[in-house]
């Protein structure tokens, strides 16, 4: 069935505490001011604030609103939203789908990014997405596990294609350095 965004998904738009309430130890809330520190999924967190602005509920999923847009990750426990993301939460609570949903999406919504130098999206390009999803909350869920398990087996493929470059790393260090007596 067809919706508009705002229908199903309650969005949340980031506004920045003033400068001086940011820290770097830990002090206070996680803050996103963009996706600098998006990971494959999940974000890491290197600045925080002592004034919530605006909130994001762990499990939303976080999208960068300015460049570049469309940006996901899914935020891992409550944090602050800065002015270049925002959150959103699916109104049935299927955050998951939600997450693969966007993942989708986010390319029609990158048509109605505005910007000469810097590109953004604002609420109202956001609330007005189309998508086209099933009703039925259990078919959303079936989706969102299937996919998730894909996942799952990139981020272990990528753990063991890093184990595998520090491996060689270290076998080119051992058998190419002017100690091993093994070069020219």
Known sequence: MKYKLKEIVD?????????????????GYP??????????????FDTYT??????AKAGDVIMSVRAPVG?????????????????????NENQDFLFY???YYVSHLLRKESGTVFGS????????LEVDIP??????????????????????NNAINNNL???ADALYRKFFSPQSGTHG
Request: some cysteine.
């Open 121 to 128: 999206v604002n609420k109202n390009d956001i609330s007005g």
């Open 135 to 156: 009703d039925d909350p259990q078919v959303q869920k079936k989706i969102a596990r299937y996919l998730e398990m894909i996942d799952e087996k990139i981020e272990i």
């Open 50 to 55: 002592t004034v919530m602005t605006k909130r």
């Open 11 to 27: 969005i949340t738009m980031g506004q920045s505490p003033k400068s001086t309430y940011y820290n770097k130890v830990g002090s």
């Open 71 to 91: 940006d996901l990750n899914i935020t891992p426990v409550d944090i602050c939203l800065g002015r270049g993301v925002c959150s959103l939460r699916m109104k």
């Open 101 to 103: 949903m966007m993942k």
């Open 31 to 44: 803050f996103l001011q963009g996706n600098r520190t998006f990971g494959y999924k999940y974000p890491i």
């Open 165 to 167: 470059e520090q491996q």
